[in-house]
């Protein structure tokens, strides 16, 4: 089973900082990565599929890169309501989740 | 507005059944494949079953295999999750998720989830 590791698990940043944050794959994942933002007693809501395309309504300071065994999620300038738990996951039919990482702002 | 609303968790002793339920709305329940994806208190996320838009196609997580049962009824726009064999380490908020378009593996809309203890 492929194993996704995200890091760090925490981050406190201010203010439009820029940001960013990993996703490891264990073995090779193509481009078959999904982000999803969770805030604070929500559902989680999907920001990125395939590694670097952004979903419907998700502001342009989200962006997302990388293949193979390494991705990332920025975020450039980032604003008070970005402070939430981000998760990646492996697009497949047996999908799983990376541990997540929390932004916090300072 | 897409809406997906869950209901039916509750508190459940070990080893007895739950039925989860999902009521869709605001899209066309039946041209999307649909998930149950679950999240401990205080943990990460864990997909837990799939079943396409015709129900031809099943899929489950290891840790619930020969446990849980996904079903739909498409005429009443609904998802089920039956639960049999309830371990502690079932205790979870439940979401169900549909599908991303062209049956792609991500998860584009998601309930508020409805909360599973298993305790006795």
């Known amino acids: 089973n492929i194993v996704m590791t995200q890091s760090p698990k925490s981050m406190s940043i201010s203010v439009g900082d820029r940001v960013t944050m990993n996703c490891k794959a264990s073995q090779n994942v193509g481009n078959n990565i999904a982000w999803y933002q969770q805030k604070p007693g929500q559902s989680p809501k999907l920001l990125i599929y395939y590694a670097s395309n952004r979903y419907t309504g998700v502001p342009d300071r989200f962006t997302g890169g990388g293949y193979g065994t390494d991705f990332t999620l920025t975020i450039n300038s980032v604003q008070a309501e970005d402070a939430a738990f981000y998760y990646c996951?492996?697009?497949?039919?047996?999908?799983?989740f990376g541990g997540g990482t929390k932004l916090e702002l300072k | 507005e897409v809406q997906l609303v869950e209901s039916g968790g509750g508190l459940v002793q070990p080893g007895r059944s739950l039925k989860l339920s999902c009521v869709a709305s605001g899209f066309t329940f039946s041209n999307y494949g649909m998930n149950w994806i679950r999240q401990a208190p205080g943990k990460g996320l864990e997909w837990v079953a799939y079943?396409?838009?015709?129900?031809?196609?099943?899929y489950y997580a290891e840790t619930v295999k020969g446990r849980f049962t996904i079903s739909r009824d498409n005429a009443k726009n609904t998802l089920y999750l039956q639960m049999t064999s309830l371990r502690s380490e079932d205790t979870a908020l439940y979401y169900c998720?549909?599908?991303?378009?062209?049956?792609?593996?991500?998860?584009?809309?998601w309930g508020p989830g409805t909360m599973v203890t298993v305790s006795s």
């Open positions: 998720a549909r599908q991303g378009t062209n049956s792609n593996w991500y998860f584009d809309f």
């Open positions: 996951q492996r697009i497949y039919n047996s999908p799983t």
């Open positions: 079943i396409s838009s015709g129900s031809s196609y099943i």
